[in-house]
T-cell receptor, first 113, second 115 residues
Framework: EAGVTQSPTHLIKTRGQQATLRCSPI?????VYWYQQALGLGLQFLLW???????NRGNFPPRFSGRQFPNYSSELNVNALELEDSALYLC????????????FGPGTRLTVL | AQKITQTQPGMFVQEKEAVTLDCTYD???????LFWYKQPSSGEMIFLIY??????QNATEGRYSLNFQKARKSANLVISASQLGDSAMYFC????????????FGAGTRLTVKP
């Protein structure tokens, strides 16, 4: 069973550009959570998708958006990139709500120059 | 308010020795879950161990055990027989609701295992 996958591994953009990050959850998992981990900090919850719908979002500006596709893979879009958006973006999927754990992908490291 | 506190930014341990990583949490909920994750330099968050607030026994997973002291609101991770591959960032996290959007992470502890 393949784990959570993310692409690309690294992404370099300049200020003002848009970035698109992708995530595929473990097969059969319907929920996808996105987190941002800025350098030296813990994880901050970004977005939660389940069954194709956005269920909740963290305290981030509307520049951060995304969607979930019918196959449950997900896309995170960051518009009008700012230097402070440079971070590791992690995607995770639990087996089901109320389960004991969630599994993370390897992350996408976004650098904004 | 800080929900999860990890007071040790960095820790060193000799190979084959045990090490305890501290974590305290703050919640008024009766039902919650506590997690520890390992993050190597590659970036991936690796799940290590889980403790439910109603679990009476301390959780154990191989060389990892969680020292759960509910009254003190602490959930320390104990790694026995440290290995060089244990060198990484370790994050404590707490989930208060049923979904993971309620999950809060600590700032992490960087563990270095010395040969």
């Amino acid at each position: 069973e393949a784990g959570v996958t993310q692409s690309p591994t690294h992404l370099i953009k300049t200020r003002g550009q848009q970035a698109t990050l992708r995530c595929s959850p473990i097969s059969g998992h319907t929920s996808v959570y996105w987190y941002q981990q800025a350098l030296g900090l813990g994880l901050q919850f970004l977005l939660w998708y389940d069954e194709g719908e956005e269920r909740n979002r963290g305290n981030f500006p509307p520049r951060f958006s995304g969607r979930q596709f019918p196959n449950y893979s997900s896309e995170l879009n960051v518009n009008a990139l700012e230097l402070e958006d440079s971070a590791l973006y992690l995607c995770a999927s639990p087996f089901q709500e109320a389960t004991d754990t969630q599994y993370f992908g390897p992350g996408t490291r976004l650098t904004v120059l | 308010a800080q929900k999860i506190t990890q007071t040790q930014p960095g820790m060193f341990v000799q190979e084959k020795e045990a090490v305890t990583l501290d974590c305290t949490y703050d919640t008024s909920d009766q039902s919650y879950g506590l997690f520890w994750y390992k993050q190597p330099s590659s970036g991936e968050m690796i799940f290590l161990i889980y403790q439910g607030s109603y679990d009476e026994q301390n959780a154990t997973e191989g060389r990892y055990s969680l020292n759960f002291q509910k009254a003190r609101k602490s959930a320390n991770l104990v790694i026995s027989a440290s290995q060089l591959g244990d060198s990484a960032m370790y994050f404590c996290a707490m989930r208060e609701g049923l979904s993971f959007d309620d999950m809060r992470f600590g700032a992490g502890t960087r563990l270095t295992v010395k040969p």
